[in-house]
Structure formats: C-alpha cells, structure tokens
C-alpha cells in the first residue's frame, strides 16, 4: 500500500473516531450546566474596571487612587458577575485586600518619587489573576485532575513570582481544561467556564478561565500559557488580547503539567489582557532576564512594514470553513498523555475510562479519555516522524525568509467565531489556525476586531519570525487603535 494512501486512512480513522466521541459527548452533556435569565453579564458601571493596567499603576503611583479602591472594585465585580461565568475558581480576596492596604501605606509614607516607583514596581497596585496551571501560593494547583484536587502550591511560579515583585496583585485562579490538553475549559473539579458575549458558547482553552476572566472585567491582566493555542483560542474566543512569545523567552517553571522533551519547544507562557498597552509592560516584567532575545524598545514604524495575510488553510475536511464574518473583519484591514491523567501513579486505561465515562462513573473528561484513547492508537514510527519533521522545517525556513525582520503574517486565528458549548468535540482539529505557529516556533498576538452580527467577538493573528515579538505587538496598538479593541460584555 502506497504510504501517502496509509497516512490518509490514518487521518480518516482519527477523524471519525472524533466524530464519533462528539456525539457522545454531545448527547450526553448538550442539557448541562447552569440556566440564567440573561444571556450575558451586566455592563461595567465602575469607571475603575475601564482602565488599562498601565493606567491603574500610574494614577496609583501618582496617589490619584487608592489601590484599595480599585482591589475592592474587582472584587464587587467578581462577585456579582463570576457565579456566571466560572472563570475564577479560587478567590484570594483577603489577601489581596492586605496586600492594597500595604500598597497605600507605602505611597502615603511619600519615601520614594514617582519615576523612581515605576521603575522598581512598574505594576504597583495593578490586580491579577492567574491561571490555575501555575502555582500561586497557597492556591490549589491541580489542572483540572482529580488526582490533583488536594494539591496547593507552596511557592509561586517563576512569571507568577516577576509580577507580584513588579507590585501587581493576585485575585485569585482561573479554571483550564483537565490537564491544560483541549479547547474548552471544563473540568471534575471546577465545572464549566461560560463565555461572557453569550453564556451558552464556549471560552475556549485550555487558558479559557483566564480569558472570560479578563473578558467580563474580572480582571485587567493575567497569565496563561499555550502550547497549541491555548491563550490565542481563548483570547479569541472572549474577545481580548493574547500574545504567544517567541520560545524560552518566558519562564515555564511552576506550572502542571510542565512540557518535556518535544512538547518543550512548544509551551509558551504569555501575557493576557484587555488593553494593548498591557502587552509588552507584562512581557517585560514575565520574562525576567529572556527579555534580552527581544527588540522591545526597537522603534516600529507601520509603514515600513511588509504585510502578508491569508483568508483560510485551503481547506480540509478535519476543519471547519472559515466564517465569512472573520474574512471580511481581515480584509478591513513526548510526556505521554495517559501518564499524566494517572499523574505518574495508578495507570488509566483509555478504553475503560470512556466505557466508564458512559456510565456517569469516570473521573476524566471525554476530550481527556480521548486523547488517550487516540495516542494508544495512532502511533507513528519514526520514519514518519522525521518526514513530518522535514516538512516542518522546509515551512519555517520558508516562513523566515518571506517574513524577515520587517515583516508580519495575518492569519485566522480560529476557522468559526466561539461555538456553542461541547461542538469543539465534534471538530477536534480546528486548533490547526494557532497550532501551526507553536510547532513552527514563531511569536503571535492574537488581537480583537470588534463583534460579529451575534455579539461574539472577532479577531485576528498577527505572526511574525521568531524573535520579533516587537512587531506583533506594535500592529496590535493599531488594530486596537483601528477597530476599537476590547468591547465589554452586554454593553450592545
């Protein structure tokens, strides 16, 4: 049998034993979940929740503000809003308030200037949230595992630790997908997160807590981390900003379940946030000493940018068409799985996991089993595995000398606007639009372009060669500048 008609039948198989566990899926879970009486939350009424992180720490700084009025002002509106969404799944509200009370006595002590303040805390005072992958100390840290639902972090990560040392503030955790490995978070543990544009669709993930967090303005910045997509889906998904740094320019360390081997040249931990102004301050103070790969100080001027775009992959059956709403908002302008679901104890057996799923008794959840059911299945040889590892790096070399140092990338950032809750289990592989990127090891900034006719968000990546994070971040200040950026929940 000829070895491309082999990798086709492959792919077939794969394709429709997704199929096959999205009808289950479906069936089962299309009646869950909590019923309210609007489809989205209230608008924001506190001027406070308007502010970029930039901003805050500044009008903080100047003692224009006082941090404790503006911990207190999230935390209102994470109350009236979260039970909703279920994008914080651990509150550290006392905590927080100490440490706002500690910012203001320090600023009325008047020790130290204003220059002096930004320079050594350049978010002092800003509110945060993190998602729950991460260790946040004394914050669970189980990744949506229920093996791991007693686990709480002694100390913090290493981005985790940058920002609180940069003055920001921690709120509190956001929810993921079990094991950080599918584009919807729901989990055992922590439920279902709700897209805040409308809670009957998707946040996406598996940083979707963080996204429908930041979304709804439960927060201004936070942390997230991607591997295959997982801020630039959510981002996307919820209608904010995310970026996907150029690898191991941020720090991993301190997150479940840290990448190994292969899957460490994919995993990125990146900046989210609502405010495109927030992007590169945060990927400052993330990056710690990586930050001396990049150019983010380098003057970017537009117009001596080149500009390439593409509408679609040139379609496939494994993947959605792409929505025409999100064409034309573009042409205006190894660690194996099933260890891990064990978590290095008692091994799980994929088979018995779904047949147990379906009798309402497994403790995983079906993207989980699978997963694992598809790794057990579907191994390539090493033969394959080194063609397709060619055909990667003939599209990077491609990809690198078409962009150079002056040139940025347009792509889709997701073939369909948010789905509707449990149909990503029916289109496994739509996460190909942001997962071409991580395998190809290039920078992303994911940036909002407005609504769709529906009132779900639209949006764009902006890709460029690695190590050129400056230029997907400079094109983000003008989309943003362009189509108006972040728009709040319920406000049309």
Known sequence: MAPSFTVRIQWFLLRALGFLIGLVGRAALVLTGPKFASKTPRPVTEPLLLLSGMQL?????????????????????????????????????????????AVDQKLAEKQEDEASLEKKWPFLGVPFTVKEAFQLQGMPNSSGLMNRRDAISKTDATVVALLKEA???????????????WYESSNKIY????????LQHTVGGSS????????????VIGVGSDIGGSIRMPAFFNGIFGHKPSPGVVPNKGQ?????????????TGPMCRYAEDLTPMLKVMA?????RLKLDAKVHLKDLKFYWMEHDGGSFLI???????????????????????????????LWELIKWCLGLSVHTIPSIGLALLEEKLKYNNEKCQKFKAVEESLRKELVEMLGDDGVFLYPSHPTVAPKHHVPLTRPFNFAYTGVFSALGFPVTQCPLGLNAKGLPLGIQVVAAPFNDHLTLAVAQYL????GGWVCPGKF
Do not use: W
Not at 60 to 81: E, L, T
Not at 167 to 181: H, Q, V
Not at 326 to 340: H, P, S
């Open 57 to 101: 720490a500044k009008l903080i700084r100047q003692r224009k503000v006082k941090c404790i009025d503006v911990v207190q002002a999230y935390i209102n509106r994470i109350r009236d809003v979260n039970p909703m969404i279920n994008g914080i799944v651990k509150y550290r509200f006392e905590e927080a308030m100490k440490e706002a009370h």
């Open 288 to 292: 710690g000493p990586g930050i001396k």
């Open 191 to 198: 439920g279902r997160s709700n897209n805040p544009y409308d």
């Open 167 to 181: 003055g920001a503030i921690p709120l509190g955790i956001t929810n993921c997908s079990e094991l950080c490995m």
């Open 256 to 268: 479940f379940p840290l990448a190994v081997g292969v899957q460490a040249l994919f995993q990125c």
């Open 320 to 350: 959605s068409k792409v929505d025409q709403d999100l064409i034309l908002a573009q042409k205006k302008e190894r660690l194996k799985f099933v260890d891990l679901l064990g978590d290095h104890g008692k091994h799980v057996t994929p």
């Open 480 to 483: 943003e500048k362009t189509f």
């Open 208 to 219: 979707g807590g963080e996204g429908c967090t930041l979304a709804a303005a439960c927060s």
